[in-house]
């Protein structure tokens, strides 16, 4: 059974730095399109950092200075690290994946979904 289990989220302060983590099972991890998301309150989900199998990466233009996406088949993870962080940005973040030989950061194109993770910024 396909599995994404996130972790790491949290309380930060503004302009503070968190790592988000997503262990994923179930499939062959070396072989999918892997990608960060987040949805907060108010608004529609979004992605934010999406990494193929060949570790192309494809970055959000207003999170690609302050995120880094980061994967590791050997140990079927994934890492978001995000610096610089805004209020604005608290919001649950998910961890997604499809296996289309796609880099997308489109929602629909993702049909594998973690349970998400809370991100509180504060100000």
């Known amino acids: 059974q396909v599995h994404l289990l996130e972790s790491g989220g949290g309380w930060v302060q503004a302009e503070g730095t968190l790592k988000l983590s997503c262990t994923a099972s179930?499939?062959?991890?070396?072989?999918?399109?892997l990608g960060w998301f987040r949805q907060v309150p108010g608004k529609a989900r979004e992605g934010i950092a999406v990494t193929d199998n060949d570790a192309d990466t494809l970055y959000a233009d207003s999170m690609k200075c302050r995120f880094t996406i980061t994967r590791a088949n050997a140990d079927n993870s994934l890492s978001l690290q995000m610096n610089n962080q805004k209020p604005d940005e608290t919001g649950i973040y998910y961890c997604?994946?499809?296996?289309?030989?796609?880099?997308?950061?489109?929602?629909?194109?993702?049909?594998?979904w973690g349970q998400g993770t809370q991100v509180t910024v504060s100000s």
């Open positions: 179930g499939f062959t991890y070396s072989s999918i399109t």
């Open positions: 997604a994946t499809h296996r289309k030989l796609l880099l997308s950061l489109s929602v629909p194109d993702f049909d594998i």
